[in-house]
């Protein structure tokens, strides 16, 4: 199994509807990301969180919301999805204990917004 | 963070060292330099960071200029498997631990 787990891995979904994409992990990190990345762009900070009671807006916050249930669990929001939403999202953990500061990604979710 | 400068893209004969360039004249004393790499699509994965000495692990090298201001990632004997976009980042040890990347390199390894 996957150290980090993205569900679902391709989802078409309406402007307008609420969608919500699943972030699991079980490499025991504290910290979990979302990232969302454009075509021939890099990836982009969405939300990020330290700890179950932490959350943190990124970079491109706006028309995005979190929820993180769980250390194991970060879930991705949008609320009412819009066409320019549409892009790969990918989660990623960081564990700050370890001496090497990396971090883990997903497989990524590939959203389209129609 | 301090900022960080690559050429868009490069190719690289199967089997020669790909050398992938990295400007970050911006970076200060405590940022250290990583590189990832992102395969099609897929989740970015990690290669390799450092400081200030040259570091190499089974994937590749890292050499960091001695004024830190550039860096170079090589690849020593490329396959086609290679073939990716390489992200160069230099990043705080303080604050909010987030990775930022820039569009990065795109390795196009040649059969």
């Known amino acids: 199994d996957a150290d980090v787990t993205q569900t679902p891995r391709n989802r078409i979904t309406k402007t307008g509807k609420r969608i919500m994409l699943e972030c699991s992990q079980t490499?025991?990190?504290?910290?979990m990301y979302w990232y969302r990345q454009d075509p021939g762009l890099g990836l982009r900070l969405i939300y990020y969180?330290?700890?179950?009671?932490?959350?943190n807006k990124g970079e491109i916050s706006d028309g995005y919301s979190v929820s993180r249930q769980a250390q194991a669990k970060f879930s991705l929001s949008l609320e009412s999805a819009i066409p320019n939403q549409t892009a790969l999202y990918f989660c990623?953990?960081?564990?700050?204990?370890?001496?090497?500061?990396?971090?883990?990604f997903g497989s990524g979710t590939r959203l389209t917004v129609v | 963070d301090a900022k960080t400068t690559q050429p868009p893209s490069m190719d690289c004969a199967e089997g020669r060292a790909a050398n992938l360039p990295c400007n970050h004249s911006?970076?200060?004393?405590?940022?250290?330099v990583y590189w990832y790499r992102q395969i099609h699509s897929q989740g970015p994965q990690y290669i390799i960071h450092?400081?200030?000495n040259n570091e190499t692990n089974e994937m590749a090298s890292l050499i960091i200029t001695e004024d830190r201001k550039s860096s170079t990632l090589i690849l020593p004997h490329a396959t086609l498997r290679d073939t990716a976009v390489y992200y160069c980042?230099?990043?705080?040890?303080?604050?909010?631990?987030?990775?930022?990347f820039g569009t990065g390199t795109r390795l196009t390894v040649i059969p």
């Open positions: 990623a953990t960081s564990d700050p204990g370890t001496e090497v500061w990396g971090y883990t």
């Open positions: 490499k025991g990190h504290d910290r």
């Open positions: 969180s330290f700890d179950v009671k932490d959350i």
């Open positions: 911006t970076i200060s004393g405590n940022e250290y």
């Open positions: 450092g400081l200030k």
């Open positions: 980042i230099v990043r705080d040890q303080t604050g909010a631990n987030n990775l930022f």
